[in-house]
């Protein structure tokens, strides 16, 4: 199942915002080094999690959150537990 998912570091409390079709698997590779971009700021924690019907929608998804490059629509998302349909 595809998820886009968003991770918040242990270190320096930033966020991360991802897709994939194995939640844990990710996160294993997250907090093991394997991913560069995070490695510096690991470990990490889910925050939040949204099932999508396709990796495609769950991919469009990641970068159009990443687009926002807003620290206030990721809180309000992991407030929320949703993906608004307005953001969506």
Do not use: C, W
């Not at 907090?31 to 769950?58: C, D, H, M, R």
Request: glycine fraction near 4%; charged fraction near 25%.
């Amino acid at each position: 199942m595809p998820f886009v998912y968003i991770l918040q570091s242990l270190t320096n409390s930033r966020y991360y915002i991802g897709s994939t079709t194995n939640l844990s698997r990710r996160l294993n590779e997250h907090n093991s080094g394997k991913s560069g971009y995070t490695n510096v700021t690991k470990p990490f924690k889910i925050v939040f999690s949204q099932k999508f019907s396709s990796l495609t929608q769950a991919r469009q998804m990641e970068k159009k959150l990443k687009s926002f490059k807003s620290r206030e629509i990721i809180v309000q998302i992991i407030k929320d537990q949703k993906i608004k349909t307005a953001v969506g």
